[in-house]
């Protein structure tokens, strides 16, 4: 398990449901693709309430004071048949990072300051689920990733790697720069932007805009999926990997996340008195019971997930993708 390294600390966090839902993007309805879901256990189609997540009262995920919940797609391998059938998901890492500053004239990004905590009630959306190409100038592009995992090597590409991988990790860097004032928008981007200045100006950090002058905790997901059942992947091919919402580029694969810390205090103060792993780390065990140290597992649904028809759960192969979306 990931613990804390220098600026950082991960939420481990295990698998919590696949279903057809996005509270997000499709409140009360079914989403137009199956998402798999880590974090809290109130995840629901109904989450309109910005303290929804705090009525979860377990989380998949190791850091127990986190109720916040983590979504992207769920992927598919789609035969030589033409079927589909769900890839395995392992589980997530959900790295929370001190990278972004606050907007200043001088546009200098002061290190041994901390960027602020998530405000109650935040979510946001990284990616775009339309997307089918690269473009590298392109800020929100470069901050979609995977890394091919192998056991002699990984490497790291955009879009889906066209060679064999034990484990694909899906990787999407949010935005940590904020209005300071709204805790969503109408397309759940624009109250948040990427870094700007002089320090990186790109995705990973540095100083934030006049625009969104607020630097955030940078939150970046890595999902997990057994993909050691198939070969080399050509998005051109019969057999192929695409993600639910039929993407068989990778381009569009996307992250949602619902803030839900129960402690924000705690949160904001994590960076400050994380010196490593364990007890150096309090975050990693606030919460907890002392005689059992945090660890992701399961948390059953306060809501029971609602399924229109087969998402292949059960490893059977499907003709067509839940919700009917055609491959692109």
Known sequence: LAHAAGDAFVVNCAPLTTQRSDPIVSPGVASGH???VVGGN?????M???EAPLQSNATTCDKKLDHSIYWIPQLYHQGEDGKFQLVHFNGAAIYYLNRACNYTEDLYCDKSKFAAAFPPGMRMIAGDTTRRTQNDSDITNRAVSYMCMNDDESHE???FPETSCKTLRAQVFFPSCWDGVNIDSANHKDHVSYPTGHYTGDFGGGVCPTTHPIGLISLFFE???DTSAYGPNDPNAASRLVWANGDATGFGLHGDFMMGWTDVNA??????TCNGPGDLCPINVLGSSPSEP???????LLVPAVYEENV?????????????????
Do not use: M, Y
């Open 223 to 225: 999902f997990f999926f």
């Open 34 to 36: 199956v998402h798999t």
């Open 157 to 159: 590409v955009h879009g």
């Open 312 to 328: 292949g759960l059960d490893g059977s192969k499907l003709d067509k993708l839940p919700g009917n979306n055609p491959v692109t």
């Open 294 to 300: 945090p660890q992701p597992g399961p948390a059953p």
């Open 267 to 272: 949160l904001a103060h994590a960076h400050e």
């Open 48 to 50: 309109s309430s910005p």
């Open 42 to 46: 109130a995840f629901s189609r109904n």
